[in-house]
Structures are given as structure tokens and as C-alpha cells.
């Protein structure tokens, strides 16, 4: 799935995700990419990206949970997806191939679904 924000008619944010099937029964959103123009970040665009997406899998019933990698120097991205409630689960060494450094953070929101509406 793709999401896209526009200011007048010009591309200023995406994001791209895609649903994963899980292994023992329902499925999670792997939120693979989110840009911002420059001139457009610390507007809330990316934000207003993200929070539609995890909406958006939280009423799935079937969607357990949202997960993103995030290099392991990346102390703003990190920052931004714990604003949003995600929290680190693992650390993948030598996840990236072309970038230093190369590990990654699997960071992941999972929706609780134990309450009843």
C-alpha cells in the first residue's frame, strides 16, 4: 500500500507499506518507507503518515502489529516511531548492506487486542 501527501500540487510525503501474513494466524503491516521533502519535515507530515497507517491496521482485526527498521544510529528516527508508540523488540546486526553503521533496530506497535468494544 502507498500513502501520499499533498501541499497544493506538490508531492511532499509517502510512505509505503506492505501486509504480512503471520505464521500461526492473522497478519502485521511492515511499514517499509517514510519520506518527507526537507522543507516539510518537522511539519508534521511524516507523522500524519505513520498515524494513518497504524490507524488504519488497527482496525483490522486480523493486524496484530506494525513494525519499521531503523538503523541503529538513527537517534531521530528512533525518537519519532517511540512518539508514535512503537517500541525496539530485537536488533539485527549487519542488516544493511551498503550503509555504516549496519545494524538495525526492529521497532514494532502492537494493538491489544484483548479489549472488547
Known amino acids: 500500500a502507498q500513502l501520499a501527501y499533498y501541499s497544493t500540487d506538490i508531492l511532499v510525503g509517502a510512505a509505503c507499506c506492505r501486509r504480512e501474513e503471520m505464521e500461526g494466524g492473522g497478519a502485521r503491516l511492515y ?6 521533502l526537507a ?4 511539519c508534521g507530515v511524516g507523522t500524519a503518515l505513520a498515524e494513518a497507517l497504524v490507524e488504519t491496521a488497527s482496525k483490522a482485526a486480523d493486524v496484530n502489529e506494525v513494525y519499521v ?11 519519532f516511531y517511540t512518539r508514535l508508540g512503537f517500541n525496539v523488540k530485537e536488533t539485527i546486526a549487519n542488516f544493511y548492506k551498503d550503509i555504516d553503521p ?6 514494532v506497535k502492537t494493538f ?5 468494544a
Do not use: A
Open 31 to 36: 511499514l517499509m518507507t517514510i519520506g518527507v
Open 39 to 42: 522543507p516539510y519535515r518537522s
Open 69 to 79: 527498521h531503523v538503523q541503529s544510529s538513527n537517534t531521530k528516527g528512533q525518537e
Open 102 to 107: 549496519p545494524d538495525c533496530h526492529v521497532m
Open 112 to 116: 491489544d487486542r484483548s479489549k472488547t
